[in-house]
């Protein structure tokens, strides 16, 4: 073949060009509206945030003065930060390896081969779909001391009634219970999707060489999900950083601070008393430290990839 041949006619390259030019356009088209949410609904908050931060700022009295790095001092010297990201913390150790536990538990179960796992799968993704705000009321009733289902079958069966969310010991376990229950489904479907991913042949092979179950799982299983695994760790991090709704709808940071998780005295500063410069001081320090916390685990878990 000669070189004449190996190169496409002009008519040919600008047929091509334009058609590459459509396939573009029409796949700008398509992420154009995801494009938009994230801009006006993610990026500029980000930005007026980080801008109003070196403000003092309020919601009635608008941008008054530019006071620099008041805010960020301010919040190093402010104990009720420290105090509510050691809530956080708290928070954080109940409720995310209980997430990647329970769903990982409730992942194996539901792919089993039996006829009725579809179903199973679908009611523990229930929650996950309803509204938080539902789910915070419902199980508020549900705990309720006086006149609670839980506590009346307790209390038919000889215990005493147990006071879940108005006692300082049981407010924050009881919100990390609630939140477990709200998402373990989502966590449960990406696992999932991840052991449905898994030949079967490897499992056959370890079977021969007289594996246990035990270590089929640590060895075969574990392995080819880390990546799911990694993914709904670092997602359970990012939830367990910014729960709010549960603490808003049933305890308002209460008993005596025992709930007051970061995002909720980020909102008490903003639109409690009014301190919006300083309340987006304190939305940009949760912005670092969850980028720190994200690409640490991200290092830790990633194998190679």
Same mark, same amino acid.
């Given at each position: 073949?000669?070189?004449?041949m190996?190169v496409?006619k002009?008519?040919?390259?600008k047929?091509?060009?334009?058609?590459?030019?459509?396939?573009?356009a029409?796949?700008?088209?398509?992420?154009l509206?995801?494009?938009?949410?994230?801009?006006?609904?993610?990026?500029?908050?980000?930005?007026?945030?980080a801008?109003?931060?070196?403000?003092?700022?309020s919601?009635?009295g608008?941008?008054?003065?530019?006071?620099?790095?008041?805010?960020?001092?301010?919040m190093?010297?402010d104990?009720?930060?420290?105090?509510?990201?050691?809530?956080?913390?708290?928070?954080?150790?109940?409720?995310?390896?209980?997430v990647?536990?329970?769903a990982?538990a409730?992942?194996?179960?539901?792919?089993?081969?039996?006829?009725?796992m579809?179903?199973? =799968? !679908?009611?523990? @993704?229930?929650?996950?779909?309803?509204s938080?705000?539902?789910?915070?009321? $419902?199980?508020?009733? &549900? #705990?309720?001391?006086?006149?609670?289902?839980?506590?009346?079958i307790?209390?038919?069966?000889?215990?005493?009634?147990?006071s879940?969310l108005?006692?300082?010991?049981?407010?924050?376990?009881?919100?990390?219970?609630?939140?477990?229950?709200?998402?373990?489904g989502?966590?449960?479907?990406?696992?999932v999707?991840?052991?449905?991913?898994?030949?079967?042949?490897?499992?056959?092979?370890?079977?021969?060489?007289g594996?246990s179950?035990?270590?089929?799982f640590?060895h075969?299983?574990?392995?080819?999900?880390?990546r799911?695994?990694?993914?709904v760790?670092?997602?359970?991090?990012l939830?367990?950083?910014?729960v709010?709704?549960?603490?808003?709808?049933?305890?308002?940071?209460?008993?005596?601070?025992?709930?007051?998780?970061?995002v909720?005295?980020?909102?008490? =500063? !903003?639109?409690? @008393?009014g301190?919006?410069g300083?309340?987006?001081?304190?939305?940009?320090? $949760?912005?670092?430290? &969850? #980028?720190?916390?994200?690409?640490?685990?991200?290092?830790?878990?990633?194998?190679?990839?």
């Open positions: 073949m000669t070189d004449a190996m496409p002009t008519g040919d390259q047929w091509w060009q334009k058609r590459k030019f459509q396939q573009y029409v796949a700008f088209l398509f992420v509206p995801a494009l938009i949410n994230f801009t006006v609904f993610r990026y500029y908050p980000m930005i007026w945030s801008r109003a931060s070196f403000w003092e700022y919601l009635l608008g941008f008054k003065e530019n006071i620099g790095w008041e805010n960020y001092i301010r190093i010297n104990e009720f930060f420290w105090d509510s990201l050691l809530v956080t913390g708290k928070f954080f150790l109940m409720y995310v390896p209980a990647v536990i329970f990982m409730l992942a194996l179960f539901s792919n089993q081969k039996k006829p009725g579809g179903t199973i =799968r !679908a009611v523990i @993704f229930v929650p996950v779909v309803t938080f705000v539902v789910v915070s009321i $419902l199980w508020g009733m &549900l #705990l309720n001391k006086d006149v609670g289902l839980v506590n009346s307790l209390a038919s069966l000889g215990f005493g009634r147990i879940f108005l006692d300082k010991e049981n407010a924050l376990p009881t919100i990390a219970m609630i939140s477990i229950w709200k998402n373990v989502y966590s449960v479907i990406i696992l999707a991840g052991l449905k991913g898994v030949p079967e042949e490897l499992f056959d092979a370890a079977v021969v060489d594996a179950p035990w270590k089929q640590i075969i299983t574990l392995p080819m999900i880390r799911q695994l990694m993914f760790t670092v997602w359970a991090t939830g367990a950083f910014q709010f709704i549960p603490v808003y709808s049933l305890t308002g940071g209460g008993p005596r601070r025992a709930t007051n998780v970061i909720y005295y980020i909102y008490s =500063r !903003a639109f409690k @008393f301190e919006m300083y309340a987006s001081a304190l939305s940009i320090a $949760l912005l670092l430290i &969850l #980028l720190i916390v994200s690409v640490v685990q991200m290092r830790l878990l990633r194998r190679d990839y």
